[in-house]
T-cell receptor, first 115, second 109 residues
Framework: DSGVTQTPKHLITATGQRVTLRCSPRSGDLSVYWYQQSLDQGLQFLIQYYNGEERAKGNILERFSAQQFPDLHSELNLSSLELGDSALYFC??????????????FGEGSRLTVL | GENVEQHPSTLSVQEGDSAVIKCTYSDSASNYFPWYKQELGKRPQLIIDIRSNVGEKKDQRIAVTLNKTAKHFSLHITETQPEDSAVYFCAATDDKIIFGKGTRLHILP
C-alpha cells in the first residue's frame, strides 16, 4: 500500500459526459501528480500541484482541469469525454516541490472507460 | 520540453539470463533518472534511481548506468527470475518527471 488513495477505481461513462477523479496523497506529501496511461503510450504527465498551487503542466487537454484543495487532496476533471480518453489515470504524490528530489508514490489508478 | 525514448518495447529473456533496457533523453538539464516497475494490474513502483553526478548504481541484481554526454541511461537486470516479468519505465526529470513508453519484460522458463 503506497498510502495514495484514488477513487473511483473504475468508471464507465458515455461520450460527451464529465467525470471527476479524486486523489488523496500520502500523509505529509505536498506534491500531487496526475498521469494518464493508455495502451502503448506509457505514462503521460498531465499536471503537478504543490501545496495547492499548480507547479508544472504537461500534455493536458483543455477539456481537462485539476485542482488541489487546502487539505491537499486533488481532483482531476475530465469533460466532453471522447472515446480516446479511455485510460488508466494515476495520481502520485511526493514530499517535495521539485520533481527530481525522490520517489513518486502512485495510487492504484482510476480506470475510465468511455463508451 | 523533455522527451524520453525507451527501447525495446518488448523483451523476452530466458530465466537466469540478463536483461538490458535502454533510454535516451533530450534535455541536458535533466538530472534525476528513476526506473519504475509496473506488474500486471498494479501501480508503478520505484526500483532504482540515479542522479546526474553518478555514472553507475547497483542494488543486488539491478544496476543502472548513465552517460550524460550521450544522454542515455540503461537498466541492467542480472540472473532474471519469473518475478521480474513486468513493464519497466525509465524517466528523466528536471522540473517534470517524463516517462518513456515502457518495456514489457517476459522471463521465459
Amino acid at each position: 500500500d503506497s498510502g495514495v488513495t484514488q477513487t473511483p477505481k473504475h468508471l464507465i461513462t458515455a461520450t460527451g459526459q464529465r467525470v471527476t477523479l479524486r486523489c488523496s496523497p500520502r500523509s505529509g506529501d505536498l506534491s500531487v501528480y496526475w498521469y494518464q496511461q493508455s495502451l502503448d503510450q506509457g505514462l503521460q504527465f498531465l499536471i503537478q500541484y504543490y501545496n495547492g498551487e499548480e507547479r508544472a503542466k504537461g500534455n493536458i487537454l483543455e477539456r481537462f482541469s485539476a485542482q488541489q484543495f487546502p487539505d491537499l487532496h486533488s481532483e482531476l476533471n475530465l469533460s466532453s469525454l471522447e472515446l480516446g480518453d479511455s485510460a488508466l489515470y494515476f495520481c502520485a504524490s511526493s514530499v517535495d516541490l521539485a520533481a527530481n528530489t525522490g520517489e513518486l508514490f502512485f495510487g492504484e489508478g482510476s480506470r475510465l472507460t468511455v463508451l | 520540453g523533455e522527451n524520453v525514448e525507451q527501447h525495446p518495447s518488448t523483451l523476452s529473456v530466458q530465466e537466469g539470463d540478463s536483461a538490458v533496457i535502454k533510454c535516451t533523453y533530450s534535455d541536458s538539464a535533466s538530472n534525476y533518472f528513476p526506473w519504475y516497475k509496473q506488474e500486471l494490474g498494479k501501480r508503478p513502483q520505484l526500483i532504482i534511481d540515479i542522479r546526474s553526478n553518478v555514472g553507475e548504481k547497483k542494488d543486488q541484481r539491478i544496476a543502472v548506468t548513465l552517460n550524460k554526454t550521450a544522454k542515455h541511461f540503461s537498466l541492467h537486470i542480472t540472473e532474471t527470475q519469473p518475478e521480474d516479468s513486468a513493464v519497466y519505465f525509465c524517466a528523466a526529470t528536471d522540473d517534470k518527471i517524463i516517462f518513456g513508453k515502457g518495456t514489457r519484460l517476459h522471463i521465459l522458463p
